[in-house]
Every structure is written in C-alpha cells, then in structure tokens.
C-alpha cells in the first residue's frame, strides 16, 4: 500500500507513526520538511490512498480532488461544510465508487467497543440518561496555534464532533434536539469550554461536557439504565483505562461490579487504518459522509444557539 500524507503536522505525523511496516508513504506539505512541498511535483498515479491531515480551511478541496481522481481518502476530523457540499461529495463518491471516510479514531478505543458489545447484547433495554466529559489540558498549545485559536467554535467543534460521533456510535440517530448549555472562552480567543445535551426520541439523553483548561487530559463516561449502570474512566493512550459495570440490586444494596482493565500503547490508530483499508477492498458503501451531514446538522443546531 503506497500513501500520500497531505499535511505534516500533528496529526500527520501521528498517523505516520502508527503506519504498518508493509505502508510504503511519501509526505507534501507546503510549509513544513516534507518530501514534497510543491503540488505539482505529485503524481497522484503512484498512489493507492491519500491521508489528509490539514487545517480545516483546505479539506473540501483536497477530498474534492481525491474522488474525482478515484483515490480513496482519509480525512480528519471534523468536517464542517454546508451540508450541500457534503452532499456533493457524497454523491462524488458514490458515482466513483471511491471510498472517502472521516477519522473518528476514538471509535476504537477497548473500552468504547467493549461497552458498544454491551449495550447490543442487552438490545439497548431501559437506557435512562448518558453523562460523557471530555478534557485536554491543552489551553496554551490551542492559544500557540495560528488557525485553532481562530477557529469559530473552537473545543464545541473539535472534541463536540467527537463525543457525537460517539452518541451515534452508541445510541443510534435517533436524535430530536440538542441544546447548548453554555460555552465559554476562558483563555483562549476561541471556546475553550461547552457544555450541550443530546435529546433522544425515547427520552433517554446525554450530556456532553468538554473542555481544553484541564490540568491533565482526561475521559469520563456514567451510563444508567434500569438494571445497569456502565463506568469509564480514562482512555488508554492516557494510562490506564477502566471499564466497569455494576448490576443493581433490588430493592437496594451495593452492586455486583466487573471491572476490566485497559493499558499499553493506544491502539485505536492502527484499528482505524485497518478498517479505512477494508473499506478500500471490501465496502460496497464508498462514504461515510452521510454520517458526516448528521454531525453537520447537529452542529449547526448547536452553534445557532450560542447567539440565541
């Protein structure tokens, strides 16, 4: 497999890093040490997929060019276009049949995959409400950042889209409101901290919490249902990560707990290569953008409230 890292920074650098040995790659980017640094020395011919890891502002264009050269695309997250050029790239896609799929890496995280297997083996029974916070102690690199201290919407958008990707991941589309809570800027000029909650049709919702002033990264998440209450604490490339289910008991007492552990090296890098590669050989689905306009409308809904 011969990829094409668009884009040198972070993300890039950290996609690179978790490449398979047999991933033979070259790297273009404009601005940084790259093997490429001039466009036009590229031939899209040499390569069987592009990873695109660039600001937000150059993504439509790049996706654009992909598709109708019919070269398979990874994209980072998020992907805030109008919804009419989402689905125009859909429609690219899907006339090309070339697969174009936005990164959710945390979709791959042991713990959520475990408590998705739990939640499918009790078919979703007598879910009563979600609680999901999401912290990076990462105020000052946002504040050092050229484009991410003036992204509009700042942590509502970058880590927002992740825990509603997640919400879908988990608990389906069934969704009929989102209501902004509060948002804050409290040391960055973008929004450095929100807090909205996802209504669903059932009336079971979850509430989502974020922010960038921690004074470490952290991941917590407390599911209630009638009979089980489901706990995470921390992902694994933070340390070590907890999953724990407790069983009620009635009429009251203290619960039956499992608990699981997770640690090592974060695994969910190599698990999301591995299933954008699939997708490649296998999927009769060549986009995952439809899920993307879902995140599209759901932001819109939200960031229309922050000046209601």
Known sequence: MKILVIGNGTQGKKRILNFNQNIKYKVFDPYLKSDYQKFEL?????????????????????IELCLKKKI?????????????????????SKKNKTVCYTAYNHRFEPSFLLLKKKLEEKNYLNLYNCKMFYGNGTASLIKNSPWKDKKTYGVLSDIGSHLIDLSLFWFG?????????????????SP????????????????????YCMWKNDFTLDLFSKNYTYHINTLVKWGVSNFQSRKRIYP????KIKSKYFSGIDPTWKLEHRY????????NDFSNLRKDILINTYMTNLTNQIND
Not at 44 to 62: E, G, H, Q, R, S
Not at 72 to 92: A, C, I, M, Q, R
Not at 173 to 189: G, Y
């Open 42 to 62: 590229i031939n899209f011919d040499n390569f069987d997929a592009v990873f695109l890891c660039t600001p937000d502002v150059y993504k439509f264009y790049y």
């Open 72 to 92: 398979p695309v990874l994209v980072e997250k998020p992907l805030f276009f109008n919804n009419d050029k989402l689905s125009y790239l859909y429609k690219l």
């Open 173 to 189: 589309n069934n969704i009929v409101d989102l209501k902004l809570i509060n948002i804050n800027k409290f040391e960055n000029n």
């Open 192 to 211: 450095d901290f929100a807090n909205f909650i996802i209504y669903y049709k059932n009336g079971f919702y979850v509430e989502c919490k974020m922010t």
């Open 252 to 255: 009251s007492g203290l619960p």
């Open 276 to 283: 954008f590669f699939n997708l490649i050989k296998k999927s």
